[in-house]
């Protein structure tokens, strides 16, 4: 079937015609099977900034792949070969896409799995980026055990040490800008940035048998006490120490990971920054002239929440 010489092929449930490129229905999502062209269909992937639902596909490192990895990456991912090179490269397993669908996430894996690259399916609801962990404020050695405080005593979480299977280091980024667009008449609308902070936090994530209790510790508004005579006056040289007392304390088989303070740029393309915006109403700034003020926000948080859970999943002992 063709329409203006196009190959078409009619979706199965609506009838509709699509293009044999794709995988599902534009029309009503119903998954695509084309025999003999399975291998050409490229999926049908997410945005890094798009929220809704997705099916991320994880590359786990380990033999080298095909020496035609890279392009395949950078073709079914959507990626410059720049960006699929430095995927390939990560030491830790990594997001490679973001398929908007089972069906065209295991679609990737299978075109991926002829260039020789493993990889694992995680979907948005098992990595929950919006729910971010439960943050501690304090942490307790009893014992055996590990209690991490919040900000009251209903949310205490007792661990025994023998239960943190993962420790992942890394740091959220966070920048606020305050910009004026200006509009006249008959002239091109003008920005002006007003101001702009930049903040790093440092955090460490622990991770228990279950998501449930995966714990954030933060640079800021943590209370050190657990450091005892270690504990300096800056909060950057506490966090440090807080690590190093955590890894003496954990079992041998718990997996440390620190490989986020390299990776995050390369994450950008697949997890992307969390963005959002507040804007002022318009207001008069002189003859014909009208102007605005917008707050701008960015952060890292969501970013490293996935990168986080994915280890979770995929890097530490069964």
Same mark, same amino acid.
């Given at each position: 079937m063709t329409t203006n010489s196009l190959p078409v092929v009619a979706c199965p449930q609506c009838g509709r015609p699509n293009g044999t !490129?794709?995988?599902?229905?534009?029309?009503?999502?119903?998954?695509? =099977?084309? @025999?003999?062209?399975?291998?050409?269909? #490229?999926? $049908?992937? =997410?945005?890094?900034? *798009?929220?809704?639902?997705?099916? $991320?596909?994880?590359?786990? @490192?380990?033999? @080298?792949?095909? @020496?035609?990895?890279v392009e395949e990456v950078a073709a079914v991912g959507r990626l410059t070969p720049e960006q699929a090179a430095a995927l390939l490269a990560s030491p830790a397993p990594v997001p490679i896409a973001r398929a908007t669908t089972p069906h065209d996430a295991t679609l990737l894996t299978q075109r991926l799995a002829r260039s020789g690259l493993r990889t694992l399916i995680l979907s948005d609801a098992q990595l929950s980026p919006l729910h971010p962990p439960r943050r501690a404020r304090a942490l307790v050695a009893a014992g055996d055990f590990l209690e991490a405080w919040g900000t009251d005593q209903a949310m205490l979480l007792r661990l025994s040490w023998n239960e943190v299977s993962l420790v992942v280091f890394g740091v959220l980024r966070f920048r606020q800008v305050l910009a004026r667009e200006s509009t006249a008449r008959?002239?091109?609308?003008? =920005?002006?940035?007003?101001?702009? &902070? *930049?903040e790093e936090v440092a955090v460490i994530d622990l991770f228990g048998p279950t998501l449930a209790t !995966?714990? =954030?510790?933060? /640079? *800021?508004?943590?209370?050190?006490?657990? #450091?005892?005579?270690?504990?300096?006056?800056? /909060? &950057?040289?506490? !966090?440090?120490?807080?690590?190093?007392? #955590?890894?003496?304390?954990?079992?041998?088989m718990a997996v440390v990971n620190r490989d986020f303070y390299a990776l995050a740029r390369v994450l950008d393309p697949i997890w992307g920054l969390t963005k959002a915006s507040r804007r002022q109403p318009f207001k008069r700034a002189g003859i014909g002239k009208v102007s605005a003020e917008t707050t701008e926000y960015v952060d890292n948080e969501r970013q490293f929440t996935c990168f986080a859970r994915s280890l979770f999943f995929t890097v530490r002992p069964a």
């Open positions: !490129h794709r995988t599902t229905c534009l029309f009503c999502g119903q998954p695509l =099977r084309i @025999p003999g062209q399975e291998s050409q269909a #490229l999926p $049908n992937l =997410r945005n890094a900034e *798009d929220i809704e639902p997705g099916y $991320n596909v994880i590359f786990l @490192p380990g033999n @080298p792949p095909a @020496p035609n990895a008959r002239a091109k609308a003008e =920005r002006e940035e007003l101001y702009t &902070a *930049d !995966h714990l =954030r510790i933060r /640079a *800021d508004g943590f209370d050190y006490s657990c #450091l005892g005579a270690q504990r300096g006056l800056l /909060a &950057a040289e506490n !966090h440090t120490r807080l690590g190093d007392w #955590l890894l003496a304390s954990l079992p041998s």
